[in-house]
């Protein structure tokens, strides 16, 4: 009883942080796709508005990832009862894998346009500064060798969040596979329990058997040595 209940708590408490992730995430986009104009008059403010509220959201979602996922370690830590039990643990696996890829897609987007408005600005303010070059070229090679390697950058941070991605997943198939071999061995042992309480069984009447033998051997051998011994 004190398991059930234990599961029961622990698929409320995920379905809970599911439901409050959700909400996260959907605030986390738009914060994370809000355009902001770019003016002349803005020269001395940043192209992209509210990062300190973006990190603030970050910090809170990725910590309700780690709450969850923690939940989804202890949910397969309980005994599995039935097929319900796994399919509900592996939904709960499947829902907290796509909020870290929907997490990290916002993030790795988020973080190539303000690189990009970054570069847009800082080579604006270089033309400005430096007019006087633009015929020589210089000012234009600089901004391609700058936005190459920026978007080297990005590309870096979304491989390394596809990688991350990857491996959460053959973590997951990995478990689904030990689960799948656990249950394979429970049924054995049930199947086998019926066979050897059996088999204990007939070894025990065959004991009995033998030894009602016995004495009946040893009890004709007395009566018959009695026999003899008096005549």
């Known amino acids: 009883m004190a398991t059930a209940i234990g599961w029961e708590e622990l698929r ?3 379905r809970h942080l599911e439901n409050e992730i959700d909400l996260k995430l959907v ?6 796709s809000s355009q902001v104009s770019y003016n002349k008059s803005a020269d001395a ?3 992209l508005g509210g990062d300190h509220v973006f990190e603030n959201m970050s910090a809170e979602i990725e910590d309700l990832l780690s709450k969850l996922q923690q939940v989804n370690e202890r ?6 009862s039935g097929a319900a039990m796994l399919h509900t643990q592996q939904r709960h696996r499947e829902i907290l894998r796509d909020y870290q890829q929907e997490f990290s897609r916002t993030q790795a987007n988020f973080t190539a346009r303000k690189e990009r408005e970054d570069l847009l600005r800082t080579v604006r303010n270089d033309s400005n500064d430096t007019s006087f070059k633009s015929a020589t070229g210089l000012n234009r090679r600089d901004m391609y060798l700058k936005e190459s390697q920026h978007i080297h950058e990005s590309d870096r941070l979304v491989n390394e969040q ?3 991605a990857v491996e959460t997943r053959d973590h997951l198939v990995g478990q689904r596979h030990t689960f799948k071999r656990l249950q394979t061995r429970f049924n054995d042992i049930s199947n086998r329990f019926p066979l050897i309480s059996g088999l204990l069984q007939r070894i025990n009447i065959r004991k009995r058997r033998d030894s009602i033998i016995i004495g009946l051997v ?3 051998c007395t009566i018959l040595i009695l026999l003899y011994a008096f005549h």
Do not use: D, T
Request: proline content about 8%; glycine content about 8%.
């Open 12 to 14: 409320k408490q995920a």
């Open 162 to 164: 596809i990688r991350i």
């Open 27 to 32: 605030g986390f986009s738009k914060v994370g």
């Open 45 to 47: 403010e940043p192209l």
């Open 218 to 220: 040893i009890s004709c």
């Open 75 to 80: 949910m397969s830590e309980q005994p599995m």
